[in-house]
């Protein structure tokens, strides 16, 4: 009848490379397939490793983060300064409670994150409220940056005039400003700044959260 389908046929096929050197065949119902190439040939098939997705020449100029000012920011309060920091690697350690997502938080709210991705329900809810510390107007975080040139061990030179701080202010409505060098601006100017800089918060590979891993 039109429409109906015939019935289809099994059919074996030998997949390539299943028969042994010597003619025999191998074990019935054997998943192993018998390679007969050197390891040499082996090798030599497997593509090389894709190149990294950033590179930079060996005494070249790169950017990195001084410090950080939390002012009433979270469980900060009042002005914290966190730094300096290690020209590669930096650890923030402390018991439970003590405020070390804090410390990412702040830099995810300078990166212009919205208030979900740094675990509150809404801007104002940022700033700081404890006993003493209350109807507090703002919050804000600053990242001081610097490009460098690394030398031996843990040494560097800094670049004239290379120093800019990047900060954000939240307020009770719920409103922010962003400010580069305390001179207030749009987020496309960070955003366009920081790209200049390799940092681009379009695809901000270079923040690795923990439920994002």
Known sequence: MEGEQEPSVAME???????????????????????NRSLE???????????????SEPGAPRLM??????HNFKSYAGEKILGPFHKRF??????NGSGKSNVIDSLLFVFGYRAQK???KKL????????GHQDIPSCSVQVHFQKIIDKEG?????????????SRTAYRDNSSTYCIN???????????????HGIDLDHNRFLILQVGV
């Open 13 to 35: 096929v030998e997949p390539e490379g299943t028969r042994e050197p010597d003619g025999k065949e191998p074990p019935q119902g054997s998943d192993e397939v018998v390679d």
């Open 90 to 95: 930096s650890c923030i350690v402390g018991p």
């Open 124 to 131: 104002s809810v940022l700033i700081h409220n404890s006993d």
């Open 182 to 196: 305390g001179k207030k601006k749009t987020f496309r100017d960070v955003g366009l700044l920081l790209r200049s």
């Open 118 to 120: 740094i675990r509150s």
């Open 65 to 70: 983060i001084t410090h950080i000012v939390n």
């Open 41 to 55: 040939e082996i090798l030599g098939s497997i593509p090389p490793p894709p190149p990294p997705a950033m590179t």
């Open 154 to 166: 843990d040494d560097y030179e800094v670049i004239p005039d290379s120093k800019f701080c990047v």
